[in-house]
């Protein structure tokens, strides 16, 4: 079949509520997201969750007619990679499909429905007023792709191509080919550019429409995490009745295996070095664009991290395209519950129905990607402390293993949590879903209700956050975490230890044939867990919560002081705050600090905490580990007290302020050295050396001069949506960034058009589709579209100060 993309010619508006007069059609592209748009509310029922936007139902509308050239007698189905929530397709009025999980691809069938000569109406409805529904903020409307795949009556299947690596050295592969009827398949496997075709061969497809063939690919080179070398698969069927269809799939050459030796790609150990991540894309929201996600890979992978873990929903396929090109490995997650709410009208409704149909989709969209090498059935389920989820632990393992025995089976469980649930102290409990959403709509509808109690993921996150990091973990330790883990654990593959580095010796011995998946970690712990799993074999990976900053789940990691944000949870804070990358892309000092820590770099690197808010208090969060970064511009602070972080893997580093050593420490059980000086302007640089006192490095950040200019600087340009990434901020004439430097920008495109404008702080009580926008230490982002060939202006002012900068595709 052949892909049309339907993007373009839609219109929206809100679903009209009853008794309510319609609005008008808003004309949108897709991939859109309905809910940046709306207005965000103290009343909002969702809260924190969503950053206390408000929740609406939409409609989406186009017009839908078979393509020139194609017979009516032609099969026509069209795909939606994600529509949140409850969706509807509808096809000149009558119902065709209805969907209820936001975060799943699911396909169409109109075929026989649409003609050539008279246009039909495809409307859909995304429902997202049933709030609360989730615990981050979801996005809503058709946020990812639409396509419309045409072929002839017995055609090769969506996602009917799937190529399994048989051995890498020499090359060979199973072509399986799923049709809907008997032909003849003629496969060839080419390079991507189709400079040659590598192997050729036929094969006869039964009336089931399965049918395999091997290949030996001489000279092909295997994919890996330094090497994605990637495949073309061509699939040309020929039908009985001498009708014809043609389908290609994208592949790399990888095996895969785990057991007592670890987890196997190619035969040879690798260890997951991952970060977690929402689906969201930062000031674009959860609109799906393929250009913003390969830069979120970029970003990801040059601070260390070789794997993602797509907390807690299944990933686009844009992601899984992303993390094929660019050698990182995938664990792709189902759900963040199984049948206990963890908000009021999250999935547990549909769940029984529909997870099985929703792990078959998500396993058809993965099973060809390389770079999936793990799947995850849940997040934080505890339901996995009861028979019930137990069972269920193990019905959705083997359900996956029909599916694909090619790949391990995870499920992230927090340790603690799962004893606190067996006791009926659990973080989420129907109940407590249940009262949340009471007291929402008693503030909703005006009322003032009893000071709200903080309940379920709200209330273990404020005590995690006075208690710090080693609150979890150290519960993770008690015997009796083992006794209600230990059944679950044994239906899956690969189990996941969400905060439980502290038992990891102890279940590698008790368990000798265990292997451990660190599923949701804290940064402070990359070190660490790099040395434990450098001897253990059985210790496969770590993911860090979380790689990059994320709207939604607000100020559960953020470390803020007054001039930027409440220390107490309330309406305004927009971002979790807990990313080693900020929202908008920047790396922080805890992204330094990974580089080094796992592995991927010696070092050194220097990093500076606020240096006007030394000895001051901020917001409390046990997801971050440090709020230092790589500045040394603070202007106006002379005299005042420096703490500086160095990351190197070195024996000692010293301190150089304007010339002069300032401190010096020894770097022992980590890679991280913290000091501390005077703050005066110049250039602070850090040195690092081995055993022997040679020198192994230099780092350095120097002061800003002089006064602040605007400069707006293209930061990533895509090459597939014509998405521009520009980083607007206050500098010198040197162009060093001046983070005390504050304004409220407004943003204005010539011959493009501006999709965001905004900054990373995560107290943000403005919005990021007006074009204006607080700074956060000196830098704010805009993303630009433009097409391609064109010439495009953006300009940025202060109402003082103007910066501009030329965008050309």
């Known amino acids: ?128 007023s049933d709030q609360p529904n989730s615990r981050w903020y979801s996005g809503a409307g058709i946020y990812r792709p639409v396509s419309l795949w045409v072929g002839s009556a017995t055609h090769v299947t969506r996602d009917g191509v799937n190529v399994r690596t048989l051995s890498v050295g020499p090359a060979r592969v199973a072509v399986d080919v799923e049709t809907t009827g008997a032909g003849k398949a003629t496969v060839e496997v080419t390079s991507l550019d189709d400079a040659g075709v590598l192997a050729a061969g036929t094969v006869d497809v039964p009336e089931d429409g399965r049918a395999t063939l091997e290949l030996d690919l001489p000279g092909a080179r295997p994919w890996s995490c330094e090497s994605p070398q990637l495949y073309r698969c061509n699939v040309a069927l020929v039908a009985p009745d001498g009708t014809s269809d043609e389908a290609c799939a994208v592949f790399g050459v990888r095996t895969l295996a785990w057991g007592d030796e670890g987890l196997l790609v190619n035969g040879e150990r690798v260890i997951l070095k991952g970060a977690c991540i929402h689906h969201d894309n930062g000031i674009l929201g959860a609109c799906a664009w393929p250009d913003a996600i390969d830069r979120k890979v970029k970003i990801l992978r040059e601070q260390g991290y070789n794997a993602l873990r797509s907390a807690h929903n299944p990933c686009s396929r844009a992601l899984l395209d992303a993390c094929d090109r660019q050698g990182v490995m995938v664990m792709d997650e189902y759900i963040d519950h199984w049948y206990i709410h963890k908000t009021q009208h999250d999935y547990v409704d549909y769940f029984d129905e529909w997870w099985r149909q929703d792990l078959t989709d998500m396993v058809a969209k993965d099973r060809v990607h390389p770079c999936v090498v793990a799947y995850s059935t849940g997040n934080e389920v505890s339901e996995t402390a009861e028979k019930r989820g137990i069972e269920l632990a193990g019905a959705m393992t083997e359900h996956l293993h029909v599916l694909d025995p090619t790949r391990p089976v995870s499920c992230g469980v927090n340790i603690f949590f799962n004893f606190l649930s067996s006791v009926g102290f659990g973080q989420y409990s129907d109940e407590k879903a249940a009262r949340e959403a009471e007291a929402a709509a008693k503030l909703q509808a005006g009322d003032k209700p009893a000071k709200k109690s903080a309940v379920g993921s709200e209330f273990f996150n404020n005590l995690a956050g006075i208690m710090g990091a080693g609150f979890m973990k150290r519960g993770a330790t008690l015997p009796f975490c083992d006794w209600v883990t230990r059944d679950a654990y044994a239906a899956m593959d690969m189990p996941g230890y969400n905060y439980g580095i502290d038992r990891y010796k102890h279940d590698l011995r008790a368990y000798p044939h265990r292997l451990i998946l660190g599923s949701e970690t804290f940064c402070s712990d990359a070190w660490r867990f790099m040395q434990l799993a450098e001897k253990n074999p059985r210790l496969v990976g770590d993911f860090v919560w979380a790689g990059i900053d994320y709207l939604g789940e607000a100020s559960v990691g953020s470390w803020e002081y007054s001039d930027y944000a409440p220390r107490t949870l309330q309406f305004g804070w927009l971002t979790a705050g807990s990313g080693r990358v900020d929202l908008t892309g920047r790396p922080l000092g805890e992204a330094l600090y990974t580089r080094v820590a796992l592995g991927g770099e010696v070092g050194p690197y220097v990093a500076v905490c606020p240096v006007n808010h030394t000895g001051e208090k901020h917001s409390p969060s046990a997801w971050k580990m440090s709020n230092a970064t790589d500045s040394w511009a603070w202007e106006g602070c002379e005299g005042r007290v420096a703490n500086v972080e160095v990351y190197a893997r070195a024996a000692s580093v010293a301190l150089m302020l304007n010339g002069r050593e300032v401190a010096r420490r020894s770097i022992r059980g980590d890679v991280i050295a913290r000091m501390s000086c005077t703050w005066e302007p110049g250039c602070l640089e850090a040195v690092s050396y081995d055993e022997k006192g040679v020198e192994l490095g230099r780092a350095r950040l120097v002061s800003a001069e002089g006064p602040a200019r605007l400069v707006a600087e293209p930061e990533y340009v895509g090459e597939r949506d014509g998405l521009v990434f520009v980083r607007v901020r206050y500098a010198d004439g040197a162009g060093t960034t001046m983070p005390l430097e504050r304004g409220m920008l407004r943003a204005s495109v010539r011959g493009g058009e501006l999709l965001a404008f905004g900054c990373a702080c995560p107290f943000n009580p403005g919005s990021f589709v007006t074009g204006q926008t607080d700074t956060y230490y000196g830098e704010a982002l805009a993303v630009v579209r433009a097409e391609k060939g064109a010439r495009a202006t953006l300009s940025v002012t202060d109402g003082a100060l103007l910066g501009e900068c030329e965008i050309s595709r």
């Open 1 to 128: 079949m052949r892909a049309i993309s339907l993007n373009e010619g839609w219109s929206y508006r809100h679903l009209a509520r009853e008794g309510a007069a319609e609005e008008a059609w808003q004309q949108v592209r897709l991939p859109h997201d309905a809910m940046i748009f709306e207005p965000r509310d103290e009343r909002a029922p969702s809260a924190h969750n969503s950053g206390w936007f408000a929740g609406r139902d939409y409609e989406y509308v186009r017009e839908l007619s078979l393509p020139e050239g194609v017979s009516v007698d032609a099969a026509v189905v069209l795909e939606f990679e994600g529509v949140y929530h409850l969706a509807e397709v509808w096809l000149d009025g009558e119902k065709v499909c209805e969907r209820p999980y936001g975060y799943t691809n699911f396909l169409v069938d109109l075929t026989g429905r649409l003609s050539a000569g008279k246009p039909s109406e495809l409307r859909v409805i995304a429902r997202n």
